[in-house]
C-alpha cells in the first residue's frame, strides 16, 4: 500500500515497509567429567543467525497532495463566497478527491537482502575444591566470529579511493561490494583472537554468625554483533523517481481518473 500525505492533515497511512524473516539455527554441547577435587567441564557452541529482508517503502511509492490546487486564493474569499477576507480554501484531503497528486515518488525495483553471520565459541572450566571451605573456578573461553555476508553480494563498503564510474568518468570514493572483484565476503575481517579468561572463588567462614560465604570472580565476555531487526545497510536499492508532473498515461501531469500513472517502460526491465 501507497503512503498517503495530505497538506493541513495528519501524515498517512504508511505502507507494508520491511518484512523481514530471521532464523537463528544454534548448537550447544557440554561435557562434565568429576574426579576427586576437581569438577571439569568443556563444552562448544556454534551459531548461525540469518535475516532475510525486504524494504518495499520506495517501490509501493509515496504519494502527496498540495493544498495550494484548490484554493481560490485567499483575496477573493469574501469576493466569492463570503468569508472574511485572508481565509483559507485550500486542503490537501480536496486535492486528493480531485485526484490531482502534486508529489509521486517512486522506485522501480525492490531488493531482498539475505545476511549471514556465523559464530564458534569453545571452553574449558575447572572447578577445584581446593580446601574443604575454598573452592576455585578457573575457566577460559576462545570465541570466533565471521562477519556478516550477503547471499548475493548486497553488501559492502565505502572505499575512500578514486575509480572510474560507469560513465567512464573518474570519481572519488566508491562502494565495494562485499565478495565481488577483490573485495572480501564479509563487513570486516574475522577476529580469532577473543579470548575470554574467568576466574571465581567461593569461600565459607565459620566464625562470622551475620556472614557465611564469601564469593567473587572475573571474566571477559563478548557479545555477537549480527543485529536482527535492523534495515539493510546499506541500502542498494534505485533511486526513487519524481513521476507527478511527467507520469501520466498521455504524459504530463498525473490525474488519477483520467491520466493515471503509468511506470517508465524501461522499469520493467
Known sequence: ???????????????????????????????????????????????????????????????????SMTGIGSANTQTYIGLPAGSATDRGAATFLLGFPSSVTIAPAVIPYQYRWKYYAGCVQDDFKVTPRLTLNLGLRLQVEVPR?????????????????????????YVQLSGLGKGPATLFPTRYNNIEPRFGFACRLENLKWLKV????????????????????????????????????????????????????????
Request: neutral net charge; contains cysteine.
Open 214 to 269: 564469601v564469593r567473587g570472580g572475573y571474566g571477559i565476555s563478548h557479545v555477537p554483533t549480527y543485529c536482527l531487526f535492523s534495515p539493510p545497510y546499506p541500502d542498494l536499492s534505485p533511486k526513487s523517481d519524481q513521476l507527478a508532473t511527467n507520469g501520466g498515461r498521455a504524459g504530463g501531469q498525473v490525474q488519477v481518473d483520467w491520466n493515471p500513472l503509468i511506470l517508465p517502460q524501461n522499469w520493467a526491465a
Open 1 to 67: 500500500m501507497p503512503k498517503f500525505n495530505f497538506d493541513g492533515a495528519a501524515s498517512g497511512v504508511a505502507g507494508t515497509g520491511n518484512f523481514e524473516s530471521d532464523n537463528i539455527y544454534r548448537l550447544v554441547n557440554i561435557f562434565s567429567y568429576s574426579r576427586g577435587r576437581h569438577s571439569l567441564k568443556a563444552g562448544v557452541e556454534i551459531q548461525t543467525p540469518q535475516q532475510n529482508v525486504t524494504t518495499w517503502n520506495s517501490v509501493q511509492g509515496s504519494w502527496s497532495f498540495a493544498a
Open 149 to 173: 555476508s550477503e547471499k548475493n553480494h548486497n553488501q559492502g563498503n565505502f572505499i575512500d579511493d578514486f575509480a572510474v564510474n560507469s560513465q567512464g568518468v573518474k570519481v572519488r570514493g
